[in-house]
Nanobody, 121 residues
Framework: QVQLVESGGGSVQSGGSLTLSCAAS????????MAWFRQAAGKQREWVSY???????RYTDSVNGRFTVSRDNAENTLTLQMSSLIPDDTGVYYC???????????????WGQGTQVTVSS
């Protein structure tokens, strides 16, 4: 069974930085896409970023230029570096894995438990 565990969430002020990490179990296939999603209170879960096993990555327009995703296949870890944070970035951030890269939540069968990020104005 694939296990994903997020860490690194916390509270910061607008303009601050935060780095999230995701540790994956050894059972995760090396060719799987790994992605970050986030969900604000009372809102639907939305796609943030993904990275393929070869290293290609993409970002949703609202975070492009501020967030950086990276992957270490040898260590089965995924990282999201977040800078210039704004209150709209507030939410629970989830790590996900699946066979295909894309923005739909139902394309990812494996999910972590989430970690809270709060950005104050």
């Amino acid at each position: 069974q694939v296990q994903l565990v997020e860490s690194g969430g916390g509270s910061v002020q607008s303009g601050g930085s935060l780095t999230l990490s995701c540790a994956a179990s050894k059972s995760l296939h090396s060719s799987y896409c790994m992605a970050w999603f986030r969900q604000a209170a009372g809102k639907q879960r939305e796609w943030v970023s993904y990275t393929a096993s070869a290293g290609n990555s993409r970002y949703t327009d609202s975070v492009n230029g501020r967030f950086t995703v990276s992957r270490d296949n040898a260590e089965n870890t995924l990282t999201l570096q977040m800078s210039s944070l704004i209150p709209d970035d507030t939410g629970v951030y989830y790590c996900a894995a699946g066979a295909l890269c894309g923005p739909r939540t139902d394309w990812y069968p494996h999910w972590g438990q989430g970690t809270q990020v709060t950005v104050s104005s």
